[in-house]
């Protein structure tokens, strides 16, 4: 009966441990590096969907099978510019600091990249090839406007 007790009183200290002690809390906000792995992870998804909806438009796939991976590519644009966070400037990638230096230019060209990728998924969705193939162009052309203007050009191939 006496251990009984004892592993009874036992149990219910380790109980009582157990119940106040919590793993540590996880940060609410993501790093800075974080972000980084985010943006270019998406900027990666977000190139392979650009060919994936240009093959397909070429292949005559019906429209309404791009739906999907346009929209998903209007949502990626909406939020894309929230990865480049003062905290991501000065990490290792591809941005050239005028991201941070020309904020409202940067911004500019986002908004173009999200309107032209919101007319893309809405002419997937109502099935309009001539307005696809044009919203297909413009979100190309906002891509390249962006990159040329806030990405870091590739190194140059060594000859030979």
């Not at 993501?30 to 438009?57: C, F, H, W, Y």
């Not at 791009?66 to 990638?93: Q, R």
């Not at 919203?135 to 390249?144: E, H, V």
Request: with cysteine; hydrophobic share 45%; net charge positive.
């Amino acid at each position: 009966m006496k251990t009984a007790r004892l592993v009874l009183a036992g149990a219910l200290l380790a109980s009582g441990y157990a119940l106040y002690a919590k793993p540590a809390p996880r940060p609410t906000a993501p790093t800075g590096k974080e972000l980084v792995t985010a943006r270019q992870a998406g900027m990666d998804m977000a190139a392979a969907t650009m060919i994936l909806l240009k093959n397909a438009s070429k292949s005559g796939a019906p429209l309404k099978t791009l739906v999907f991976p346009a929209s998903g590519l209007a949502k990626w644009a909406d939020v894309a510019p929230a990865l480049f966070s003062e905290n991501t400037k000065g990490l290792p990638s591809k941005a050239k600091p005028n991201v941070w230096t020309d904020r409202a230019g940067f911004q500019a060209k986002a908004t173009d990249f999200a309107k032209a990728t919101k007319a893309l998924a809405a002419a997937a969705a109502a099935e309009d090839k001539v307005a696809f193939d044009a919203a297909l162009a413009s979100t190309g052309m906002s891509c390249k406007g962006c990159h040329d203007t806030y990405q870091v050009p590739p190194a140059a191939a060594k000859p030979g």
